[in-house]
Every structure is written in C-alpha cells, then in structure tokens.
C-alpha cells in the first residue's frame, strides 16, 4: 500500500507512513468515534484478524492470559508484525445514510488539512496533531484528536462532540 504523504508545519516538512496513519485509525475505530458511529474495519499484514473486516465490541478488549494468542481462532498472534488498518466504515448511528469509508489517505488528507488550518478544530486539537507528526508518533493522537481527523475526513468539518 505505502500511502505516504507529507505535511509542512512551521516551515519544517514531516512525512507521514501507513504505520503512523494506521495508528491514528485505529484509535478512531476502536472507540474515539463510537459515541456517534457504528464502525467496522479492514485490517491487513500478520496481526489478528489481517484481511478480514471487524466490527468492535466489548469482547475485543477482555484481557487474555496468553497475550500471543487470538480468543476468536486459536492462531498465534506475532506482535512484531502488527495488523495495519487500511480503511473503515463509519456509519452515523442516528441516521445510517450519513457517514463513509474512511483509508489512510483520508486519514492524511485530513491530517494536512487539520494542521494547515484550513480546517477549524480546538487548538489543543490541532496541537496535539501538530506534536505527533513532528515527533513522528501517531500514539500521541489521543482519541478526541483521532474523533476530529475522522470526521474533518468525512464531513469536511467537526460535527460531533
């Protein structure tokens, strides 16, 4: 897939990959934007469930005893090759016509325009945003950050929360 872009802040120019968007999906997917969608996700590489679509729910986040091994098919799990999430639906749970399929270069599309400014968001937002992809580090996108990236990929605006 090797979706790359890269986005300017402040004069300096910072390159994003799929790890670091597939991050970012991820923590939308797995609960940053359930209070106003229904989410499901395609997941490729050598982690759980790779290929195969998932819906979220409770029993996604019971903790297991053997952390190597997947609760839904027995298959060991290798966790230097982590599943990348690729694209995932989100569907408006208050209106099913609205939403759409989001990929990781929504995903940065969002992100250049988020920190670009062409796009309204909190300024602690737009921070946050702004620190990870100078830092490189998609795990400092906490999920409101992740929620507002969704729907600036979606809506073209914040409309929820």
Partial sequence: ??????????GGTYALGDDFLSDV???AVEGACSY???VSAETTGDGADAGRPRDFNVSDYVEDDNDDRDDRDG??????EPALFTEASFIVSK???????????????AIE???SGEVEVPPAIRE???????????TDIDAEAADCIVQVGL??????G
């Fill in 75 to 80: 298959d060991i799990v290798d966790d230097d």
């Fill in 25 to 27: 999906l991820e923590t």
């Fill in 1 to 10: 897939m090797a979706t790359r872009t890269t986005v300017t802040i402040d």
């Fill in 128 to 138: 946050i945003i702004m620190d990870a992809v100078r830092n490189g580090d998609a």
């Fill in 95 to 109: 209106d099913p016509t609205l939403g759409g399929t989001l990929d990781l270069q929504g995903i940065a599309d």
């Fill in 36 to 38: 106003w969608a229904d």
């Fill in 155 to 160: 809506f073209d605006e914040v409309v929820y």
């Fill in 113 to 115: 325009r988020i920190t």
